[in-house]
C-alpha cells in the first residue's frame, strides 16, 4: 500500500511502471536506491562550478532513473533542465537563460520525490 | 549507478556482470576481457568517453566483430540512431526501462551471435578441410610424375615449401611484385605442377643415368612446353587462376634471367616471378638430392654453385632472399614425413587463423591463450603489462598490481599520480621515448630502471615491445612487457655468493675465493707498470690449538678461532685478503714494502696474547714473490712449507721460506706427508 501512496504524493506513475519492471519489490529497491544517487547533487555542484557538460550529465541521469522510475514531475522537470544544458558542438548550452527558471523546478520536484519515498 | 544497477538487475543473475563507471573503464574492461565479454550494453552519455567514442575504438581494435553492442539509451533523435548503426551496434534497447523487453533484447542478439560463430566455425572447418583435399590430389598427381622418375616425393615438397619461403621473404624486401599471401599460397600449391610434363619423356631418356646426347636433351627439354600444353588443353577449369599460374610455372622455370633458358628465351622479369622462384628451388633441390647421374651436393656447396651462376642467372633480389632464408632452408627442407606434413596442412591452417572474420576455432584459440596467460602472470614473480596508447589505459597482471601497490587498471598513466610517483616522471618518459623509437621489425626494450614502492627504492629490468601497425608508416599501438624485480634477484645473488665464498664461523672468506683473488691480483701485474709491486703471503697456525678443543670443548674452540680470525682482520688492512684454509690455519696475503720483516713482526705480534685464560700462540710461514714467484700456489706451498718447519723447531714465532736451507726446505717430504698432516700428528703428540 505504501508504495501507492508514495506515488500519489508525489504525483507519480505507478501502474506503467508496474507494467515495465514488474515486481514492486524491484520498484520499491530502487525507489529506496534512489535516495542514495548522486546526480542531484552532481548537477547543483557542476551548475557552481561552471561545468555544464558535468552539469548536463547530471540532469541527463536524473532525467533517465526519474523516467525509469516513473517519477514523473521529476522526468518533466529534469528532462526541460537537460535540453536547456545539452551542449552544441561548441561546447555551449542550448539554452543558458532557462536555467534560473528550471532548475528550482527541478529542486522542488526533487524534495517531493524524496520526501515521498521516505514514506514507503 | 542507479542506472547500470537497475540493468544489471533487469539481466538477472545467469550472467557474470561487469559494470563500467565510463568510457574508459569499459574500453580497459574490453581489453582486459576480450571476447570473454559476451555482451555490452552501452550508454551514450557518459564522463570521459562517450559511447560513440567507446564504438569507434571497438571498430578500430576489430572488437566489434565478435563482441556485440546493445546501445541503452533516452535518445531517439533520428540521426543519433543512424550514427550507432553505422558504427556497428546490434539493437537498441529506449529509457525507460522495460523488464521483458530489456531480457529478450539482450537473449535474442547473445542467441544470434551464438548461432553466427557456430556457422562462421562450420564454414571455416569445411574450406579447411577443402583446402586439404585440394593439397592431397595436387600432391599425389605431381607425386605420379616423380614416381616414374625414380624419385620420392620430397623433391616436389621440397621445391613447394622453398618457393613459399622466397616468395614471403621476396614480399618483405620489396613492394616490386604484387603478391598477396593467397597469391603466395596459390604459387607454391602450383609449383607442384611445374615437372607434369614430363609424363610425355620416354623412359628410356627420363631416367638415363649418363649424359645426355644434343638429341636427347632436346626431347627432355621439351617437358616444360608439354607440361603447359596440358593444362592449356584442359576441358574445364583452364581460367582457373591456379590453373593459369601452373601454366606460367611448367612453361618458364627453365627460362633464366639472362635470357639463356628455354623454351622462350624470355630474359629479366619477363619472366613471371612464380616462374622465376620455382626455377631457383628447382635447381637448388636437383643440387642437393641424389640422382642417377650424381651425388647429393652439400646445402653450403649448392648455394656456391647458384652464386657463381653454375646453374645459369637468377633475379638478384632471389639470390637475396636465397641468401637470407638459407639457414632456415637447411633446417625445414628435406625433414622426411615431418616435411610433408608442414607442406601439405600448414599453409592454410595459418591462411585460416589470418583472416579477420575469425572463426570459432579461433576464437576459442584466443580465450584459451587469454586463460594460459592470466595463469603464468599468476605464477611468475613478474609484473606483466599491456598498454595502449589510444585511449591510454595500461593494464598491470593480477599480482603486478598488489607488488606495485597500483590498481589493475590505469587510465592515463602519464598523468596518473599514483602511477607516476610509483614509476618517477623520468623513468615513463624515457620509456616512451624508447618504445616509439623502436621499429616493426626490431621492437623491443630493455630497460632498468629505480621504482618507488610504499616509499621502498626498489630496481626493476623491464622487457617491453611496442606494438605497431601494419600500416604504412606503422602507427605506435602500445606496447606489451614485464617488470622484473631484481632486487630481489641481487639481494639473493650477493647472499649466494656471500655464502659460497665465505667461512660460516669466522665469516673470513674461505680457501677457494681466497685463492681466485690472490691468483687475480698476483696476475694483474704482468706487464703492468705496477710490476715491482710485492706481495707477502702468511700461514698462521694457532699452536695448542686442539688442546682448546679437548679441554674446553667445541664451542670454546669455535669461540677462539672467531677470535683468532677478527684480531687477523684487524692487524691488516680490510683491502688485504684474510682466508680460513683449513681447521685452525688461517691465510693473509698483502701488499708490503721492500722490506716486509718489520710489518710481519708487527702481524705476528699483535695476534699473540690470550683469550679467556687460553694462551694465543701463534705460528707462521712467510712467503713472497721476491724471488720472482707470482703463482698462488706457488707462494702458498713455500709459505706451508715455512710454517711447518717453525712447528717443528719451536712454536710461537714466524720464518720466511727465503731464509730455510735447500735441506731444510726439502725435509718436510721425508716423512711422505704433507705439511698440514704433518702439523696434526705435530699435535697429537702434546
Redesign the interface.
Given at each position: 500500500m505504501s508504495l501507492e501512496i508514495a506515488y500519489a504524493a508525489m504525483g507519480g506513475d505507478l501502474e506503467t511502471?508496474r507494467?515495465?519492471?514488474?515486481t514492486d519489490e524491484?520498484i520499491e529497491?530502487?525507489a529506496k536506491?534512489?535516495l542514495?544517487?548522486?546526480s542531484m547533487q552532481t548537477l547543483e555542484n557542476a551548475l557552481e562550478a561552471g561545468d555544464f557538460a558535468?552539469a548536463?550529465?547530471g540532469a541527463?541521469?536524473l532525467?533517465?532513473?526519474s523516467?525509469?522510475l516513473?517519477f514523473t514531475p521529476l522526468f518533466e522537470a529534469s528532462c526541460e533542465l537537460s535540453d536547456a544544458l545539452r551542449l552544441d558542438d561548441a561546447g555551449t548550452p542550448a539554452n543558458l537563460a532557462a536555467v534560473p527558471e528550471l532548475m528550482p523546478k527541478v529542486r522542488e520536484a526533487y524534495t517531493l520525490v524524496v520526501d515521498s519515498i521516505a514514506i514507503i | 549507478?542507479?542506472?547500470r544497477?537497475?540493468l544489471a538487475?533487469?539481466i538477472g543473475d545467469s550472467f557474470r556482470i561487469i559494470e563500467a563507471e565510463d568510457g574508459k573503464q569499459a574500453v580497459a574492461q574490453l581489453q582486459k576481457e576480450g571476447t570473454g565479454i559476451s555482451l555490452v550494453l552501452l550508454d551514450y552519455?557518459?564522463?570521459h568517453m562517450n559511447g560513440f567514442d567507446v564504438l569507434e575504438l571497438m571498430n578500430k581494435n576489430g572488437w566489434i566483430k565478435d563482441i556485440p553492442v546493445i546501445m541503452v539509451s533516452?535518445e531517439s533523435d533520428a540521426a543519433y540512431v543512424e550514427r550507432a548503426y553505422e558504427l556497428g551496434v546490434t539493437d537498441f534497447i529506449n529509457?525507460?526501462?522495460?523488464?521483458?523487453i530489456v531480457r529478450r533484447r539482450v537473449m535474442n542478439t547473445l542467441m544470434l551471435y551464438q548461432k553466427q560463430r557456430t556457422l562462421m566455425g562450420m564454414v571455416a572447418d569445411q574450406v579447411y578441410e577443402r583446402e586439404k583435399s585440394n593439397n592431397l590430389m595436387v600432391y599425389i598427381l605431381s607425386h605420379i610424375v616423380e614416381f616414374r622418375n625414380g624419385e620420392s616425393g620430397m623433391h616436389v615438397l621440397n621445391v613447394q615449401a622453398m618457393t613459399e619461403m622466397i616468395l614471403t621473404h621476396l614480399v618483405r624486401l620489396t613492394d616490386q611484385y604484387e603478391l598477396t599471401p593467397e597469391d603466395i599460397s596459390l604459387i607454391s600449391m602450383a609449383s607442384s605442377l611445374h615437372d607434369i610434363g614430363k609424363i610425355a619423356i620416354p623412359e628410356e631418356i627420363l631416367n638415363k643415368p649418363g649424359r645426355f646426347t644434343d638429341e636427347e636433351f632436346e626431347v627432355m627439354k621439351t617437358h616444360s612446353a608439354v607440361g603447359a600444353d596440358m593444362l592449356d588443353d584442359l576441358e574445364l577449369y583452364k581460367d582457373e587462376k591456379l590453373v593459369r599460374v601452373a601454366r606460367d610455372i611448367c612453361r618458364w622455370h627453365h627460362e633464366r634471367y639472362d635470357g639463356r633458358g628455354y623454351p622462350d628465351g624470355l630474359s629479366g622479369d619477363e619472366i613471371p616471378i612464380s616462374a622465376q622462384v620455382v626455377a631457383l628451388a628447382d635447381v637448388y633441390d636437383a643440387l642437393t638430392s641424389q640422382r642417377v647421374y650424381k651425388p647429393p651436393f652439400s646445402h653450403e656447396e649448392a648455394l656456391r654453385m647458384i652464386r657463381d651462376g653454375e646453374c645459369g642467372s637468377f633475379n638478384p633480389l632471389i639470390l637475396q632472399c636465397l641468401t637470407e632464408v638459407a639457414e632456415e632452408l637447411k633446417s625445414r627442407l628435406n625433414r622426411g614425413v615431418t616435411g610433408r606434413e608442414i607442406n601439405v596442412d600448414t599453409l592454410h591452417v595459418t591462411d585460416i587463423a589470418a583472416d579477420a572474420e575469425a572463426s570459432s576455432r579461433t576464437l576459442e584459440l584466443l580465450d584459451y591463450e587469454r586463460m594460459k596467460y592470466h595463469f603464468f602472470a599468476s605464477m611468475s614473480n613478474e609484473v606483466q603489462f599491456e598498454y595502449t596508447a589510444e585511449p591510454s589505459i595500461i593494464v598491470l597482471s593480477d599480482w603486478g598490481d598488489r607488488k606495485l601497490g597500483l590498481p589493475e587498471i590505469v587510465m592515463d598513466p602519464y598523468s596518473d599520480e599514483a602511477f607516476l610517483s610509483v614509476f618517477g616522471q623520468a623513468n615513463i618518459d624515457k620509456l616512451n621515448k624508447m618504445l616509439r623509437a623502436t621499429t616493426p621489425e626490431s621492437p623491443t626494450v630493455n630497460m632498468e630502471m629505480e621504482v618507488s614502492v610504499d616509499g621502498e627504492s626498489r630496481w626493476l629490468h623491464l622487457i617491453a615491445q611496442a606494438l605497431w601497425s601494419d600500416e604504412n608508416p606503422p602507427a605506435y599501438l602500445g606496447s606489451i612487457g614485464k617488470f622484473i624485480d631484481i632486487d630481489d634477484q641481487q639481494a639473493q645473488l650477493r647472499d649466494l655468493q656471500f655464502k659460497a665464498y665465505h667461512d660460516p664461523l669466522t665469516e673470513v672468506v674461505n680457501g677457494a675465493f681466497a685463492r681466485k683473488v690472490i691468483t687475480e691480483r698476483l696476475g694483474e701485474d704482468h706487464g703492468a707498470e705496477r710490476s715491482d709491486d710485492r706481495f707477502v703471503m702468511l700461514v698462521c697456525d694457532l699452536d695448542l690449538f686442539k688442546q682448546a678443543n679437548d679441554n674446553h670443548g667445541h664451542q670454546f674452540g669455535d669461540k677462539v678461532l672467531q677470535h683468532f680470525a677478527d684480531l687477523l682482520q684487524e692487524s691488516v688492512r680490510t683491502t688485504d685478503v684474510v682466508a680460513r684454509v683449513g681447521g685452525d690455519e688461517f691465510l693473509v696475503c698483502m701488499e708490503c714494502p721492500p722490506d716486509p720483516r718489520p710489518l710481519v713482526a708487527r702481524i705476528h705480534s699483535s695476534l699473540e696474547g690470550e683469550i679467556d685464560g687460553f694462551p694465543l700462540s701463534v705460528s707462521m710461514g712467510v712467503s713472497t714473490t721476491d724471488g720472482g714467484v707470482r703463482d698462488y700456489d706457488e707462494l702458498f706451498r713455500q709459505a706451508d712449507v715455512a710454517l711447518y718447519h717453525m712447528k717443528r723447531t719451536g712454536r710461537g714465532g714466524y720464518v720466511f721460506y727465503e731464509d730455510l736451507t735447500d735441506e731444510e726446505r726439502g725435509s718436510l717430504f721425508e716423512g711422505g706427508h704433507t705439511a698440514l698432516s704433518g702439523i696434526d700428528s705435530d699435535e697429537d703428540d702434546q
Open positions: 511502471v507494467g515495465r519492471l514488474l524491484r529497491k530502487f536506491i534512489f542514495q544517487d548522486t558535468e548536463f550529465r541527463h541521469t532525467k533517465g532513473v523516467r525509469d516513473g | 549507478m542507479l542506472n544497477a537497475l538487475d533487469m552519455v557518459m564522463p533516452a529509457r525507460p526501462y522495460d523488464v521483458n
